[in-house]
């Protein structure tokens, strides 16, 4: 620490003007939180007002946090000049949007609105703002699409051909972006005021009164004793946290600080440690039944209640972990891979302790019982939030200490929950601005008629095929609301004009995109994972893809085999799922080339092959698949048998 007899008069100076930073930033963090949590229980306000108060406290805590948070502009933000920077951008940032508050009886009830000088460069200086904060805390994928789109709108009559437009003037995009509520404060924007901000704020209280070490400790006495228990542990874990959390990246870096090193320490390999989490961690979003941001979203563009994706999302999300269970027992049995040792395994008396785990029943008890009696989402998170405070609290016990302590986890979880806010509406606002500027130039349009024409010409697999690798393509480097975003909006039209539900083509693009945080180049759950495990890449992303192969292949069960997003009666989709589990075991062998002893690449070949054709609903691929794993378990039973026989001597040793 520097001695304080060689700190100079600016470096006072700017550890005065640091403290008074870290002041506002409380103030303004504890003001978005009581904004959210009011409005999420009172009502909320009209929509322009909503945004604009979201997106101009969010920003201006943002630019106030840089320099302060390790994040990729340090060395610019941590100076005086960038304090400077950090205080200007607040600054404008809360201006312009109380600018827009004054003008929304304006925005909201004019039409062909006229921009000033004044609010073009307004316009440009907050699209700026956005900008960089995006980078800042989402890296620079989306930012740089903006740019593009933004260009692309602005010099699109210089495009020949089909691809190009007639182009769009400075002022009128303004007038779009700035002065409707189509632009910067569209839907997109308005689902972070609305919805997600208040699951984030629920997420991060129960996080600080102990839920995520509940979740953990429930998923050790649920697997850790079992055969790659660790392994198993980082899976349930995934899981169970993924209902809190949503997005594959913050479940790696949460719960893989405890699962990845303790796989390493029971003779894990690394890579094989990396994968398990980045895999289990992809899935938390998908888990019902409080699922990541993008299941709202989802909600939102189909115009359906949020309840109806959880409904459609169980068996998706029970084959897609229990093929990685599966893998994860293959890869026990190949390895001999241990359990927890007892001294890291709690005991259910530790668990079920009063004090600690009905704070966490109950909010999960109210606040799943308020969405299934039909209360809005964000009024079943308030109540699921007043009643963990206050259980929170009351356990705690009049000790003035401990009261104390308990009021300080709270405050923590608050600021928590204010930084997650900032970083996912510089994300969503970002996009935003995509999501108009495609609708706007139609090139959504364009590229959507590009897979119906592939699908017309080869038909409906091969333009599914198409529209997962655009997925894909479009989600890379993307967090994964913004993957399924981007998706939504350029491929789930096409698929949709093939002919698929609205649904079907949604839950499609939705899980295609998701694969982006698994798939190379652009793997950011991966490379979350190298990180804590302290190895390359590129390993970790082989073993993940392979663990995650049930993901690749759901996308084709809603379009070929659509019962197993409960459409249809009860016999199909009892079925569905049954036939699904059947593909999950066989893709589990086949990547892992194991069962109860090594299976050769051919065989293991074509149990993967007859494992993806079960997505077809063809009932001569179910005959062949059921057949294909029962013979491979009795073969293989067979061989051990013999085995056994031929080493004892004695024909009466069991298999």
């Known amino acids: 620490m520097t001695d304080l007899a060689e700190t100079g008069p600016a470096d006072t100076a700017k550890s005065g003007a640091e403290s008074a930073v870290g002041k506002a930033l409380l103030v ?9 949590v009011y409005t999420a229980g009172f009502g909320q306000f009209q ?57 929304e009886q304006r925005i909201t ?34 930012p740089i699409l903006a740019v593009l789109a933004l260009a692309y709108a602005l010099l699109g009559d210089l495009i020949q051909g089909s691809w190009g437009h007639t182009g769009f003037s400075v002022s009128y995009l303004v007038e779009y972006l700035f002065l409707g509520t189509e632009g910067i404060w569209g839907m997109v924007t308005g689902l972070s005021a609305n919805l997600i901000a208040i699951f984030i704020i629920f997420g991060s209280v129960l996080l600080a009164t102990g839920g995520a070490q509940s979740f953990m400790d429930i998923a050790l006495l649920v697997a850790g004793r079992k055969p790659g228990g660790a392994a198993k542990v980082a899976t349930v874990s995934s899981a169970l946290f993924g209902m809190l959390n949503g997005a594959a990246v913050a479940n790696v870096a949460t719960t893989g600080n405890f699962t990845i090193p303790a796989m390493k320490r029971l003779g894990y390999r690394p890579s094989f440690a990396g994968a398990v989490e980045a895999t289990a961690s992809s899935g938390g979003q998908l888990t019902p039944p409080i699922m ?67 704070p966490l029943a109950l909010t999960l008890t109210v606040t799943l019982g308020a969405m299934f009696a039909g209360r809005t989402p964000s009024l079943a998170a308030f109540y699921g939030i007043v009643t963990n405070v206050v259980l929170f609290i009351v356990f705690g016990g009049f000790d003035l200490k401990e009261q104390r302590d308990r009021f300080r986890a709270l405050l923590d979880g608050a600021l928590l929950a204010a930084g997650s806010i900032v970083s996912i509406l510089a994300l969503l606002v970002c996009a935003q601005i ?13 590229l959507s008629e590009s897979i119906m024409g592939v699908e017309a010409s080869s038909g409906l697999l091969v333009g599914t095929i198409f529209a997962m690798i655009v997925s894909l393509i479009l989600g890379m480097g993307m967090p994964t609301t913004a993957a399924y975003l981007l998706a939504a909006a350029v491929v789930a039209p096409a698929l949709i004009e093939l002919g698929l539900e609205p649904m079907i083509a949604h839950f499609f693009v939705f899980y295609s995109a998701l694969l982006s945080a698994l798939t190379p180049p652009v793997c950011t759950a991966v490379f979350a994972a190298a990180v804590i495990a302290k190895t390359h890449w590129w390993p970790i992303c082989l073993a993940a893809v392979k663990l995650a192969a049930m993901k690749y292949i759901l996308p084709f069960f809603f379009v070929f085999r659509e019962a197993v997003l409960l459409k249809g009666d009860p016999t199909e989709i009892v079925w569905a799922g049954i036939m699904g589990l059947v593909a999950s075991m066989l893709l589990a062998i086949a990547t892992g080339r194991y069962y109860l002893r090594p299976i050769p690449w051919p065989v293991a070949a074509g149990l993967f092959v007859i494992g993806v054709a079960v997505a ?31 080493e004892d001597g004695s024909p009466s040793v069991r298999a």
């Open 434 to 446: 995509v999501l108009s500027l495609i609708g706007l130039t139609g090139v959504g349009i364009k």
């Open 47 to 103: 929509p322009l007002v909503q945004r604009s108060a979201h997106v101009g406290l969010g920003l201006m805590i943002a630019y106030l946090s840089f320099g302060r948070i390790g994040n990729r502009a340090d060395g610019v933000f941590a100076s005086r000049f960038g304090l400077v920077l950090r205080l200007a951008g607040a600054a404008l940032a809360g201006a312009i949007c109380i600018y827009i508050l004054s003008q």
């Open 292 to 358: 990541g941001a993008g299941a709202f979203v989802m909600a939102e563009l189909l115009g359906i209640p949020y309840l109806d994706v959880v409904y459609a999302a169980i068996i998706p999300a029970l084959l897609f972990f229990a093929c990685v269970w599966f893998s994860v027992e293959i890869e026990a049995r190949r390895e001999d891979m241990k359990p927890f040792d007892d001294a890291d395994m709690p005991s259910w008396r530790e668990v079920l302790v009063p004090a600690r785990i009905l």
């Open 616 to 646: 077809s609903g063809n009932w001569l691929a179910d005959v062949i698949a059921i057949g294909a794993l029962l013979g491979l378990m009795v073969v293989q039973r067979l061989q051990i048998a013999r085995a056994k026989v031929s």
């Open 109 to 142: 009830e004019s039409f062909g609105i006229i921009a000033t000088p004044f609010e073009i460069g307004a316009a440009f200086a907050i699209i700026l703002l956005i900008l960089v904060a995006a980078y800042q805390t989402t890296g620079p994928a989306l």
């Open 28 to 36: 303004l963090s504890l003001l978005l939180i009581a904004f959210h």
